[in-house]
């Protein structure tokens, strides 16, 4: 079945330094990816999105690079600030067809100042 | 609100209690999905929702679970003869059309603890 998972479960950053959130899939038809970011007691924020017919796709201050080759995906955030602190999700549909999304397990990124 | 709203927020009941769950989506999102989050997990898929078509429920985990959506906006999920096992953070999510292309906007989620 599919499957989305995430490299590392914990990632931990200086203030100001740029962080980089990985993340493999396993069905080659995935087309649609989301990145989430979940604070704790809160439910999953959407950041970005990525479609299969774009390898990168920026927004404020976040970047997410698509691989298709190697069905990887990762998550790029600029000047990480603590706010910033939180688990980090990629996602993907079932199908092309169908919304449930499969999640991966999560990173949780720790900013120090 | 702008947002998905999720009611209770927390929920504390005994084992072999039925529960009630609710969630209003974000005015005029068709589609509408229930997940279950337990402690340090990813999101498990529960059952979804798209206008009027009939739901898939195959993320259910028992026939203790059951949900509804009523008028095609405000949705129920039920989880009758409550146990321990059903501890978890029961998150709502819509969006705007039911194909994969288009981002789910979660709640904040049901705290639910069985004692």
């Known amino acids: 079945g599919e499957s989305v998972g995430l490299h590392l479960p914990t990632l931990s950053v200086q203030e100001g330094d740029n962080s980089i959130i990985n993340c493999a899939y396993s069905n080659s038809a995935s087309d649609y990816f989301i990145w989430y970011k979940q604070e704790s007691g809160k439910g999953p924020q959407f950041i970005i999105d990525?479609?299969?017919?774009?390898d990168k796709r920026q927004g404020q201050r976040v970047t997410v690079l698509l691989n298709k080759t190697v069905k990887h995906l990762s998550l790029q955030i600029a000047a990480t600030q603590p706010g910033d602190s939180a688990v980090y999700f990629c996602a993907a549909p079932k199908s092309s067809t169908l919304g449930r999304l499969y999640f991966g397990r999560g990173t949780q990124l720790t900013v120090w100042p | 609100g702008a947002g998905v709203s999720q009611s209770p927020s927390n929920k504390v009941t005994e084992k072999g209690k039925d529960v009630e769950l609710r969630c209003d989506p974000i005015?005029?999102?068709?589609?509408l999905y229930w997940y279950r989050q337990s402690l340090g997990q990813g999101l498990e898929f529960l059952i979804y929702?798209?206008?009027?078509?009939?739901?898939?429920k195959s993320g259910l985990p028992s026939d203790r679970f059951s949900a509804e959506r009523t008028g095609g906006s405000v949705s129920t999920l039920t989880i009758q003869r409550t146990q321990q096992e059903d501890s978890a953070v029961y998150l709502c999510?819509?969006?705007?059309?039911?194909?994969?292309?288009?981002?789910?906007?979660f709640g904040d989620g049901t705290r639910l603890s069985i004692l």
């Open positions: 990525i479609r299969s017919n774009m």
């Open positions: 999510a819509s969006s705007s059309q039911g194909s994969s292309n288009q981002p789910q906007h």
């Open positions: 005015s005029g999102h068709t589609a």
């Open positions: 929702f798209q206008g009027n078509s009939a739901p898939d």
